[in-house]
């Protein structure tokens, strides 16, 4: 199984990034999708949920508004994009994939955002 995270970067305040997570290894349609992020000496927050057919969406209210999740079956792709962002939206952010039945869940290495003038 593999759960490979990218586009982070450093990104003005204001600024907007997307995110990706390209899975393989597991039927990706049987495995709901979050985002998750973390900064140091805090825990790993969830920030974006969806569903495995991604009928049903849900977006933490820090950044309601802001972000948006998404994913495509076909490509087995998770996105995450992120709009007018904040300095305290910096972190790693780490992609968890769950089985819907099995529970089984696998996680992404990270991507590091910075937001910063």
């Known amino acids: 199984v593999s759960v490979v995270e990218s586009g982070g970067g450093l990104v003005e305040p204001g600024g907007s990034l997307t995110l990706s997570c390209k899975v393989s290894g597991v039927p990706f349609d049987e495995y709901h999708a979050s985002w998750h992020r973390q900064t140091p000496g805090k825990e790993r927050e969830l920030v974006a949920f969806?569903?495995?057919?991604?009928?049903?969406?849900r977006i933490v209210d820090s950044v309601k508004g802001r972000f948006l999740i998404s994913r495509d079956n076909v490509r087995d792709l998770v996105s995450l994009e992120m709009n007018s962002l904040k300095p305290e939206d910096t972190a790693v952010y780490y992609c968890?994939?769950?089985?819907?039945?099995?529970?089984?869940?696998?996680w992404g290495q990270g991507t590091q955002v910075t937001v910063s003038s």
């Open positions: 969806i569903t495995g057919d991604g009928n049903n969406a």
């Open positions: 968890r994939m769950q089985g819907m039945s099995s529970k089984v869940e696998f």
